[in-house]
């Protein structure tokens, strides 16, 4: 499969099995109980004779709700009740990023930031009034997870035209390694992350020890013995997470085929 996008790579059949185990149990085991609480939620809430969710037709619905969600991944606010959730819990939350609609709008921020970045001081940037005001609102934060993995199913990339053919584009101007995955992918990945289906998947780099502990506990620490050793072993959470995380992240990139 020629790739116009030199960051887009079509991995093997085994390559892709091999991810997927690695991704759940690096990765997806840390809430995949939560997606399946969110799964069965939703569906009390669904008709009987509603039908069934697609790729491509409001599809990552569950990916939406169950996994991560965009505004937890630019602004910090997690889905869950804090008191509730652990610190792996947050961590994959604000880094797994899963679904067209969110990984859209992760990557178009992220794309913005690069633009603003390389913008002269004295220039001023000619954009939409809406995508003004999210550079506006994100400028002054003092970090910004950068997208470093980019998970494609290839039975979505239908020719000649692609509901993620723009998700390409921004991996191709942000340089971000993309794994197409072959086969019925979209059904395999989402089993994977503990859902019905999933047509593409974004890894951001770690937020900061404070930002990530900071979400985890709402503001409801002190200082009290229980609490400091409570705080050293969420610490050490953090780190085994995010060890986790960058490890799936590198074996992942190690699939890319050899030239």
Not at 111 to 127: A, D, E, G, T
Not at 196 to 205: N, Y
Request: a neutral charge; proline letters at 4%; aromatic letters at 2%.
């Amino acid at each position: 499969m020629k790739q116009s996008n030199p960051n887009v790579y079509l991995i093997s059949q085994d390559a892709k099995l091999d991810l997927f185990e690695r991704l759940k149990q690096e990765i997806a085991s840390k809430v995949i109980d939560d997606v399946a609480k969110n799964r069965k939620r939703k569906r009390g809430k669904t008709t009987n004779g509603g039908s069934g969710v697609g790729v491509g037709d409001g599809g990552d619905d569950d990916a939406q709700e169950g996994m991560a969600s965009a505004s937890a991944a630019a602004d910090g606010v997690s889905d869950s009740s804090p008191s509730s959730e652990s610190v792996a819990k947050c961590i994959v939350r604000s880094r797994l990023i899963v679904g067209i609609n969110q990984c859209t709008r992760i990557l178009e921020e992220a794309y913005l930031q690069q633009q603003h970045r390389q913008q002269p001081q004295h220039q001023q940037i000619q954009i939409e009034s809406k995508t003004t005001s999210v550079i506006t609102t994100n400028a002054t934060k003092a970090h910004h997870p950068k997208p470093t993995l980019l998970l494609l199913s290839k039975d979505v990339l239908r020719p000649p035209s692609s509901i993620l053919d723009h998700i390409t584009i921004y991996s191709r101007h942000l340089n971000v390694p993309t794994l197409v995955l072959p086969g019925r992918a979209s059904s395999e990945l989402g089993q994977a992350l503990g859902m019905k289906c999933a047509a593409v998947a974004l890894i951001l780099s770690s937020s900061s020890m404070r930002e990530d502990l900071s979400r985890a506990l709402d503001g409801n620490n002190n200082d009290s013995l229980e609490d400091v050793e409570k705080t050293k072993q969420r610490e050490e959470e953090w780190k085994e997470t995010n060890q986790d995380i960058d490890s799936f992240v590198s074996y992942a990139i190690n699939k890319v085929p050899k030239m």
